[in-house]
């Protein structure tokens, strides 16, 4: 009883073993005494009704003793009931029933005599109806020329004649219910390997899992319960294999990502060693590039940071009331020059009305720049940036705009997710993939949310929106 299979089959069959036994005594009852002994006692009735149709056309039998002997041997031959002739005062007439042959015209004490030849209708007494006789009886009235009752046909079958043909409707129904319970038995069967098979694969697919075996989704199958499960089988596989590839993806990035400021600090330091600090401009033009390359780690490590957060748990900000327009304005103004110093055309419309917010203005800002950064990154010499920002109803919005290269539709839908790149030549081709998924997580910290609107050859658009009333 300790697997699921088992108890499922016993779950079938015992409700089976104990209610089929119970239906079949019911069904034997019923059949013997509402069917069968039914049936015999209307059967019974009308072999008497024949018989007293067959006697008021010989009206001469009940006068002579040896015609009713001759009558009830030529036809009680023909019956399986004991027959008598009886007179309407209750002589007997002639029966081919051995026990009262010796009472030939003597007067009887039949029940119901009385009242059959009063009523002139049938009497019929069915099985168990009177204590102690186990037989049927039928009373039928003969009706002679004058509408008077000249004398009584009774027919008596002892139940012992109906119970003879039981025994081969009792193996049937035997058979019937033995069929039954076989088949619930298969039946039970089945609904449990059936049930069984797909949990088991799942058990076994977890262990694979936790051995560090391959991932393999598993075909939803069984009850609706079962699919259920499975899917959210499948689905904790897709997040594994892809938490692999994100895995794979960052150590591939890390490695890209640091081996280059590292490669160049290591030319620099070389350089500053083997006598390149003599020259007062190449030793500043090193030491300008050495501080670039490690502003340039300095901005992944924190990326790695943040991500770092996320793994922990939801991202704890500290809240301060936060200027927005003279926050902006000063925000931007690193950005600005890093634009104009690589021939971008740089445009920043702040108004001065923008209201206060609730802020963790360090988090906000990171996510403006990472999204900033973008655009000055991949925007082409003589191309344009530009900021906007404005508010309407209850939410405030900070518009960045380019006139890069813009981003596919296919790969819009990828943009906000870890570690992805665009593919090579396109938008998003450098870097760890960390910049905008993590602009996006802090804007949602915040109540906010980050939209994009671009297409290839006509630049980005990214809008930043911020609700003006903080969530609790």
């Known amino acids: 009883m300790r697997s699921l299979r088992v108890r499922l089959i016993m779950s079938h069959v015992l409700p089976l073993l104990i209610v089929i036994p119970l239906v ?23 072999q008497a009704a024949l018989v007293a149709d067959a006697a008021a056309q010989n009206p001469q039998i009940w006068y002579s003793p040896l015609q ?18 009886l007179s309407a005062d209750g002589h007997l007439l002639a029966t081919n029933d051995t026990a009262y042959r010796d009472q030939l015209g003597e007067i009887l004490d039949v029940p119901g005599l009385k009242e059959t030849v009063d009523s002139k209708q049938a009497l019929r007494v069915d099985y168990g109806e009177r204590p102690g006789t186990g037989t049927a009886e039928v009373l039928m009235p003969v009706i002679g020329p004058t509408y008077q009752v000249i004398g009584v046909i009774s027919l008596t079958d002892p139940l012992s004649s109906v119970y003879a043909r039981f025994p081969r409707t009792r193996t049937l129904i035997l058979w019937v219910l033995a069929g039954g319970t076989l088949v619930g038995v298969v039946a039970g069967w089945v609904l ?9 694969r799942a058990t076994h697919a977890v262990s694979q899992m936790a051995e560090g075996h391959p991932l393999t989704e598993l075909p939803e199958q069984g009850p609706n319960e079962v699919r259920m499960l499975l899917r959210a089988f499948n689905t ?8 692999e590839k994100s895995r794979q993806r960052l150590l591939a990035n890390l490695v890209h990502e640091l081996g280059r400021p590292l490669g160049a600090l290591l030319s620099a330091t070389q350089a500053l060693a083997g006598g390149a600090d003599q020259s007062p401009d190449l030793r500043t033009e090193l030491l300008d590039g050495m501080q670039g390359q490690m502003q340039l ?26 200027a927005l327009s003279p926050w902006l304005t000063q925000e931007l103004a690193p950005w600005r020059e890093a634009a104009q110093h690589k021939g971008l055309r740089w ?95 802090l804007l949602v910290a915040h109540g906010g949310r980050i939209e994009v609107e671009s297409a290839p050859g006509a630049g980005s658009i990214f809008t930043l929106w911020l609700p003006t009333t903080p969530l609790d």
């Open 68 to 85: 009713a002997a001759a009558f009830v041997s030529q036809v009680g031959g023909r019956l399986s009931a004991r027959m008598m002739m």
């Open 297 to 322: 780690m300095r901005r992944l490590l924190d990326d790695l940071t943040r991500l770092y957060d996320q793994t922990l748990g939801p991202l704890e900000l500290e809240r301060k009331p936060v």
């Open 347 to 441: 445009q920043a419309n702040i108004p001065n009305t923008l209201p206060e917010l609730m802020l963790d203005a360090d988090r906000i800002g990171q996510a403006l720049g990472n999204v900033i950064s973008n655009a000055v990154k991949y925007t082409p010499a003589d191309g344009e940036v530009a900021i906007d920002a404005g508010a309407e109803e209850a939410k405030v919005w900070i518009r960045v705009r380019d006139t890069g290269v813009g981003i596919p539709p296919e790969e819009q839908a990828h943009l906000f997710e870890p570690f992805y790149r665009g593919t090579t030549g396109r938008r998003f081709p450098q870097g760890m993939g960390l910049g905008l998924s993590i602009a996006r997580d």
């Open 236 to 243: 904790l596989t897709e997040q594994r294999r892809e938490l």
């Open 192 to 200: 449990a390997v059936e049930l069984a098979r797909p949990l088991r």
């Open 24 to 46: 079949g005594v019911l069904l034997t009852y019923l059949l013997e005494t509402q069917v069968l002994l039914a049936g015999s006692s209307r059967e019974l009735e009308l």
